[in-house]
C-alpha cells in the first residue's frame, strides 16, 4: 500500500474563506448523541468542538444532567433529552452530520440510543460513530451499517474490538482488508500517535503528519470527532476534508505544545477557529 501525508498544503485547500453573503444555514447543523450521566462532559467537548469548528448550528442530544455545564461552557449549543425520541427523531432527519457515540455509555439504554439513532439517519446524511457506539456495534453479531456516508473513529482497542484485530496486527494492510468489507461510503479515521485515514477498495491510505504526546488525555478523541463533524457539515462528506479535519485538531494542539506539557482538548477547542483563520488566509 501507498502512504498519502496528510499536510498543511491539503488543509489549506479544504479551509477557505467563507463567503460574504452566508448564514448559519449555510455550514451545516451537526447533532450529537452522547454523554449520560457518567460521561457527560464527552458529548458537551465534542459538540463544543463543532461549534468552534465552524458548523453553523449544534445540538447536544444527551441527558437532562448534562444541560446546565453544557450551557454554561458553551450556550451556542441547543440541547435535548436523548430519551425524548419524537423530538430525536426530528433532529436526526434535519441534520447534515449526525454524531453518535461520545460518553454515550454501553447500558441497554445507550443500545436503544444508538439502534434509534442509526435507523433513522438518511442517505443524504453523514454519521459519525465514536467511542461508547462503537463498542456496542462491536459486540452485534452481524452489524447493520446505515446506508449513509460514514465516518467510523476508532481507537486502536475499539477497533481490535470491531476487527478482531490485536493492537500489534493492525498494520495498514490488514485496516485495509477489514474496511473492504464494509460499505463503499465509508472513512476510518484510525486513532493513534499517528493516525490514519482509509477507505474501503483503497490501494493507498493517509497518514497524518501532526500531534504531539501532550494530547494523551481523555477527551482528545471526543474533541477530534466534534472537529470532523464540523468539517463534513460546512465542506462536505470527503476523505480531503475529513483529512484537514485530523490535520487542524492536531497542528492546534502542536502550536499549544510549544507553551504547555499538556494539550488539554478543551485548550484545543478554544484555539481551533483561530488555527482555521490562519488556514484560510493566503
Do not use: C
Not at 457527560?40 to 437532562?64: D, F, Q
Amino acid at each position: 500500500m501507498q502512504k498519502r501525508l496528510i499536510t498543511e498544503q491539503l488543509a489549506r485547500r479544504v479551509v477557505r474563506p467563507r463567503a460574504r453573503d452566508t448564514y448559519k444555514g449555510s455550514f451545516g447543523h451537526v447533532l450529537v448523541v452522547g454523554g449520560n450521566d457518567q460521561y457527560g462532559g464527552a458529548g458537551i467537548m465534542s459538540a463544543g468542538a463543532a461549534v468552534h469548528a465552524g458548523a453553523g448550528l449544534v445540538t447536544l442530544a444527551t441527558r437532562p444532567v448534562n444541560f446546565t455545564p453544557l450551557h454554561t461552557r458553551y450556550p451556542e449549543v441547543m440541547a435535548i433529552d436523548y430519551t425524548d425520541h419524537k423530538m430525536l427523531a426530528e433532529l436526526i432527519t434535519g441534520a447534515t452530520v449526525v454524531v453518535i457515540g461520545p460518553g454515550l455509555g454501553t447500558d441497554q439504554e445507550s443500545a436503544e440510543t444508538l439502534e434509534f439513532t442509526l435507523t433513522h439517519v438518511t442517505d443524504q446524511q453523514t454519521v459519525v460513530i465514536d467511542g461508547s457506539a462503537l463498542t456496542l456495534l462491536a459486540a452485534e453479531k452481524k452489524i447493520e451499517w446505515p446506508a449513509s456516508h460514514i465516518i467510523l473513529t476508532p481507537h486502536e482497542m475499539e477497533f481490535a474490538r470491531l476487527s478482531k484485530l490485536k493492537i500489534a496486527a493492525q498494520t495498514p494492510e490488514a485496516i485495509q482488508s477489514y474496511m473492504n468489507t464494509l460499505p463503499t461510503g465509508t472513512i476510518l479515521v484510525h486513532k493513534s500517535a499517528r493516525t490514519t485515514l482509509y477507505t474501503p477498495g483503497s490501494q493507498d491510505y493517509w497518514q497524518n503528519t501532526t500531534g504531539n504526546p501532550g494530547q494523551a488525555t481523555g477527551g482528545t478523541g471526543d474533541t477530534l470527532t466534534g472537529i470532523i463533524a464540523a468539517f463534513a457539515a460546512q465542506f462536505g462528506w470527503s476523505e480531503e476534508a475529513i483529512a484537514a479535519a485530523v490535520f487542524t485538531h492536531s497542528a492546534v494542539a502542536d502550536q499549544l505544545a510549544e507553551t504547555e506539557y499538556v494539550t488539554l482538548p478543551t485548550m484545543v477547542i478554544d484555539h481551533v477557529s483561530a488555527y482555521m483563520r490562519q488556514l484560510s488566509r493566503p
